[in-house]
């Protein structure tokens, strides 16, 4: 019997995701993967501003920022006449377009990452039986035909749309077929040299068009005309060329298919996210169609949820039941994305008059900035927040202003001068220390300095190897007697203006960049409370 903390079931870009952050908080885990060795395949291929941002805190970011194609936004040809341009620049983030990068580099970076850092994936690991224990979760694997056993105390299902820890547990996957089925294909397209993407949408069908960085392209697409025939995996180029065929007026010209595949999609969800020690990631949660790209997004937002609240519990800062946010979190993101992609695939079906509705309006409301600056943030996920979830909802400061940044927020990654010497942005900070604890104070005023004082040493108390607390001031030149609270200078008006921050409030920050909790009381007494109820 193996024995771990924690057992991550799936070496997709969701378990490969939650392992990097487990290593990086030193937990101890063991990753298994079925496959023999990474995949190939293309598949996902688009990654959203948040998720970037995501991998920023987790210190990945560089190796995607190479590799992959910045998107600038997208052409959308409806019914065949000039295309409508939507930008991506107005993305409130550092990352303002949509990163193109096969899933398969995304998987290649993020195991060599964790290679880096001393961590692995088991491979070679088929998942046979698992079931629930009195003390965490037992499973079984066949490995080059022999049974080994793990036992753990929580275990994340990263396994996939046919998640055989799910089906183990027989926990339900609620939802329906979509009855499409799309096409796509890796290939090169001799008259096409476009920064964008190109979206085409009429009655006949729907083609998209992604750019690699290395100059191929992703065709995806959906043929009305071949919607009754049998379904097979993998179409010949043949096929996929005379699909585009018959939807574009102007078709592309491809060449040299380096994948091709067929696919249908379903939407469904798992009940919760949570099955006792089983937390269920990405795809084994929830599947839906391909509209927005967001899918894989969800599944690494997932991870990134779960991992460092795990961290906590297994370390003894916070209680089992605290892992329950995760799903009090996340399944609305999850719920909401399969109604948004799944009402996108309605409005893409659309045909006749109401196909031409559909593209008069489209045209109309596109011509809008405030509209394209709401599709362009809402398809980023910058807009994913829990503040809707009822403990962030108990945690709220009444006495704060309208604009002040409030538990369950995403937090942007401001500009701050820090220590008096250097540029600092927020992120790096949260990225180094985890909980960060930013206490404000307008200039050097010796009661504002002594109540951050008084909130350091209580925190020191109870959570000295978790919190990391910094003074922030308004401006001046401030002093302290102390190297443990370290002076960050708000010069650029970020946190007092656009987060509402003001004298003596208290903000905590999460590891995963959102608000645990923002108080302006002015009362140290508050805070442990609040930090306990934040993890409790």
């Known amino acids: 019997m193996i024995e771990t903390d924690v057992l991550i079931i799936g070496a997709g870009p969701a378990g490969l995701m939650a392992a990097n952050d487990l290593q990086k908080r030193d937990v101890d885990f063991i990753c298994l993967e079925k496959r023999s060795e990474p995949s190939h395949l293309s598949k996902a ?13 987790l210190g990945v970011q560089k190796p995607f920022l190479e590799r992959g194609y910045p998107g600038p936004g997208a052409k959308l040809h409806l019914g065949g006449e000039k295309p409508s341009l939507v930008e991506l620049y107005p993305i409130e983030s550092r990352y303002p377009y949509m990163l193109v990068l096969p899933q398969s580099e995304t998987e290649r970076i993020l195991e060599d990452h964790l290679n880096a850092m ?8 088929e998942v046979v039986d698992v079931i629930e224990t009195e003390g965490g979760v037992y499973v079984q694997t066949k490995y080059h035909g022999e049974v080994q056993e793990y036992k753990a105390k929580y275990l994340l299902a990263c396994d996939g749309a046919h998640s055989p820890v799910r089906e183990a547990l027989d926990v339900p996957f ?3 077929d979509d009855g499409y089925t799309f096409f796509l294909g890796d290939v090169d397209i001799t008259n096409l ?19 690699y960085k290395d100059g191929s392209y992703r065709v995806v697409g959906l043929d009305r005309s071949k919607q009754d025939l049998p379904h097979k995996d993998k179409p010949t180029f043949e096929e996929i060329q005379e699909s585009v065929n018959t939807i574009l007026d102007e078709p592309y010209v491809m060449e040299n298919p380096k994948w091709l595949s067929n696919f249908g999609t379903s939407h469904r969800q ?3 996210y949570r099955k006792g020690p089983v937390f269920f990631i990405g795809d084994s949660a929830h599947i839906h169609n391909p509209m927005g790209g967001q899918g894989m997004n969800l599944g690494l937002q997932d991870s990134a949820n779960l991992t460092w609240k795990i961290a906590l519990v297994v370390k003894g800062v916070a209680e089992d039941s605290f892992l329950d946010s995760y799903n009090e979190e996340r399944w609305p993101i999850g719920k909401d994305v399969l109604k948004e992609t799944s009402r996108m695939l309605k409005v893409v079906n659309l045909e006749g008059p109401q196909g031409k509705i559909r593209n008069w309006t489209g045209k109309a409301a596109l011509t809008q900035g405030w509209v394209q600056n709401r599709i362009a943030n809402h398809l980023s996920n ?3 927040e829990y503040d809707g979830a009822d403990r962030n909802k108990e945690l709220r400061d009444s006495s704060l202003s309208r604009k002040a940044i409030q538990a369950g927020k995403r937090v942007p990654d401001h500009l701050l001068f820090f220590d ?3 540029d600092e942005r927020l992120y790096p900070l949260i990225r180094q220390y985890g909980h960060l604890c930013l206490i404000y104070i307008d ?3 010796q009661s504002s300095i002594d109540y951050a004082y008084d909130v350091l040493d209580t925190l020191n108390e109870s959570y000295h190897d978790v919190i990391k607390v910094c003074l922030v001031a308004k401006g001046g030149t401030v002093e302290t007697d102390r190297e443990d609270l370290p002076i960050i200078y708000d010069v650029h008006r970020h946190l007092g203006e656009e987060m509402g921050m003001k004298p003596n409030h208290v903000l905590l920050i999460r590891p995963d960049g959102h608000v645990a909790f923002h108080d302006g009381s002015r009362d140290q007494k508050r805070i442990v409370p609040k930090v306990r109820k934040s993890i409790q």
């Open 45 to 57: 291929l688009g990654i959203q501003a948040r998720t970037l941002e995501l991998f920023e805190l």
């Open 118 to 125: 001393g961590g692995k994936v088991n491979r070679d690991q």
């Open 174 to 176: 609620d939802g329906e």
């Open 193 to 211: 040299n476009d920064i964008h993407i190109n979206m085409h949408l009429n009655d006949r069908g729907a083609v998209g068009v992604f750019p």
């Open 270 to 272: 798992v009940p919760n």
């Open 382 to 384: 910058i807009y994913n």
């Open 420 to 422: 008096g010497a250097t």
């Open 443 to 445: 200039c050097e005023d």
